[in-house]
């Protein structure tokens, strides 16, 4: 049996969904940034994809386990830079960072994210600049040699302020134009490259070609790689360097070239990286923490290196190389002070903290999706949404009659509250509608008009027994609910399966998809029903000429006259 027979029964459903609509728009417009529009994937606003391909020293493939840390650190760190709607993603053997909007330097930037190494400076010269010959039997003294252009930004524990003559420091993480990606061993003529090598070998090759000269311990080796190397050309030897041997290498902006010591901190022993705003001296600098394991070495390198400086290498290129002004620096905290901006401080302190990565990476495909182009495939989607929608108002309203009115209504109420809740859900958890997304929308529009088509159909075999409309509508909603939920739970299970196997842009088709189905249970019970079981209660919905139900009417009064026949002829007998 129905719920009730009574009529403000379906009057209290229909308030409660008016109840829940004033909720969802009173959070659309009264809180958060009160934008009622939601976050549209870079294929409907633009933005960048960048695609990064994993190398490793051999040239071998990459473990699953490094991958999935590599796409956790490089997740933290679009976070820390404050990358909204983004997505990190594993494919293959690759990661794929999306970042919607127009700034796609930002989506750039992550692909330097990789090894992170402090190794002590020996020798730094600017480039071009004649390298210092250092008698054989004398070990370059770190603080000997350095005509550095651009002092290091200051050293200093974070107890203390940092020294008033703390020098500025050089370019801070600031993207390099591109043709100074990476740095190149150019001084040793290598072997020509052997057509048949795989790339993997071709890479190894060029690996151990570039770690014999720049990574050799040999001085009169290094004062060669330091004079020969071009800071313009591509690194075989970014992220593959040996942290147990010395490098020579250069500055993130290709100005200064550096000969360092050993790594004596891995960057992953970095507990936490702070951009602050000095107020005593109103200068930005960068608090740095390191874990109780690297807390010991940097109090004895700062010992070591007192008034000398220590390079931060990413990638194996020198991000920074400051000058320690104090030491030993204990307690495991130092900070970094210099001509910061608060950009500057703050992708410092973003790299610090995110830097090391167990893998490095090399930028195969960079993919920018102008604003026009995601403007246009926005006004496709939309359009793709309104043809689906009248044509199935014009089905029901060419086979349902003034029953169909009864579908757009309740197609209109789901759309309300779809559209309320993907404005919330991206402001609440970053979530952004892409094409796929809409494509999960359109076909949820026709998963709810199969519930209507459900419903209608169980009142039709309700009238070919001989009930009429108003008592066939009750009796049909009890039969057609259990079919209802059966079909949406067995369709809300596949949306979750995909959503929770797939990866990239098919999550927000099957999010999507199973969004809508849920919101079909709830406009089914909370809107259709209740609007046909009012329906059901008014003379000129009764009409057969209005809910298009005659011709069912006509069979079950045939079927009435053929069973009152039959009986006749029983009696007769």
Same mark, same amino acid.
């Given at each position: ?13 229909l308030g409660v969904y008016a109840a829940l609509l004033a909720v969802i728009y009173a959070l659309v417009f009264f809180t958060g940034d009160k934008a009622p529009t939601p976050k549209l994937g870079i294929d ?15 040239? #071998?493939? $990459? #473990?699953?386990?490094?991958?999935? +840390? ?6 933290? /760190? ?47 010269? $600017? ?54 990606? /990476? ?12 057509? *048949? ?13 570039? +770690? ?27 992220? *593959? ?18 000969? =360092? ?98 893998? #490095? @990476? ?26 689906? =929608? %009248?044509? %199935? ?20 109420? #789901? ?11 991206? !402001? ?23 519930? @209507?088509?459900? @419903? @209608? ?17 009750? !009796?049909?909603?009890?039969?057609? !609910? ?72 006509? %069979?079950?009064?045939? /079927? !009435? ?9 029983? /009696?007769?007998?």
């Amino acid at each position: 049996m129905p719920p009730s027979q009574g009529s403000a029964h379906p009057l209290r459903l229909l308030g409660v969904y008016a109840a829940l609509l004033a909720v969802i728009y009173a959070l659309v417009f009264f809180t958060g940034d009160k934008a009622p529009t939601p976050k549209l994937g870079i294929d409907l606003q633009g933005g960048t994809r960048v695609t990064l391909t994993a190398r490793t020293p051999d040239g #071998s493939k $990459p #473990s699953q386990d490094s991958l999935h +840390k590599a796409q956790e650190i490089i997740e933290n /760190r679009v976070n820390g830079l404050g990358v909204s709607g983004s997505e990190v993603a594993i494919e293959g053997d690759n990661i794929v960072i999306t970042v919607p909007g127009d700034d796609g330097q930002q989506a750039r930037a992550l692909a330097t994210t990789a090894k992170l190494y402090i190794r002590p400076v020996l020798q730094a010269v $600017p480039k071009g600049a004649t390298v210092p010959q250092v008698p054989p039997a004398q070990q370059p003294a770190p603080d000997a040699g350095q005509p550095a252009p651009a002092p290091a930004p200051a050293e200093a524990p974070a107890p203390e302020a940092a020294a008033p003559e703390a020098p500025a420091p050089e370019a801070l993480v600031e993207e390099a134009p591109a043709p100074q990606q /990476r740095v190149f061993p150019a001084q040793a003529p290598t072997q020509p490259a052997d057509p *048949n090598q795989t790339p993997q070998e071709e890479t190894q090759r060029e690996i151990a070609a570039a +770690k014999a000269t720049r990574q050799s311990t040999d001085q009169a080796t290094q004062q060669a790689a330091m004079l020969a190397l071009d800071c313009t050309k591509p690194d075989p030897l970014a992220g *593959n360097d040996d942290p147990n041997l010395p490098l020579v290498t250069c500055s993130q902006d290709g100005t200064e070239v550096f000969l =360092l010591d050993k790594s004596r901190i891995d960057g992953q022993e970095i507990d936490n990286a702070i951009a602050n705003l000095d107020q005593q001296q109103s200068r930005w600098v960068v608090d740095l923490k390191f874990k109780s394991t690297g807390s010991d070495a940097w109090a004895d390198l700062t010992r070591e290196y007192l008034y000398k400086r220590v390079a931060f290498t990413l990638d194996s290129k020198v991000f920074s190389a400051p000058q320690v002004q104090a030491g030993p620096q204990l307690g495991g905290t130092t900070q970094i002070s210099g001509s910061f901006t608060a950009k500057s401080a703050k992708e410092l302190a973003n790299t610090l903290k995110y830097g090391s990565l167990p893998l #490095s @990476f090399q930028t195969s495909e960079a993919e920018t999706v102008s604003a026009t182009l995601g403007l246009s495939s926005l006004r496709a989607g939309l359009i793709a949404g309104a043809v689906g =929608l %009248v044509v %199935v108002l014009l089905y029901c309203l060419a086979y349902y009659r003034m029953l169909g009115f009864l579908t757009g209504l309740s197609l209109i109420a #789901s759309g309300f509250a779809v559209y309320g809740i993907m404005v919330l859900l991206g !402001r609440w958890i970053g979530f952004t509608l892409d094409l796929a997304g809409i494509a999960g929308l359109i076909i949820g529009i026709g998963m709810t008009a199969d519930s @209507f088509v459900v @419903f @209608f159909e169980r009142i039709k075999d309700e009238m070919r027994e001989g009930r009429s409309f108003r008592s066939a509508v009750p !009796r049909g909603w009890q039969r057609a !609910r259990r079919t209802i939920l059966s079909g949406n739970a067995v369709s809300f299970i596949a949306a979750a399966v995909l959503y929770w196997l797939a990866a990239g842009q098919v999550k927000g088709f099957a999010f999507t998809l199973g969004l809508t189905t849920v919101l079909d249970v709830v406009v089914v019970f909370l809107v259709t029903a209740p609007l046909v079981l009012l329906a059901s209660r008014s003379a000129f919905w009764s009409k057969p000429s209005v809910n298009g139900l005659g011709a069912i009417q006509e %069979v079950a009064r045939e /079927r !009435r006259a053929a069973e009152a026949a039959v009986a006749e002829g029983v /009696r007769t007998r």
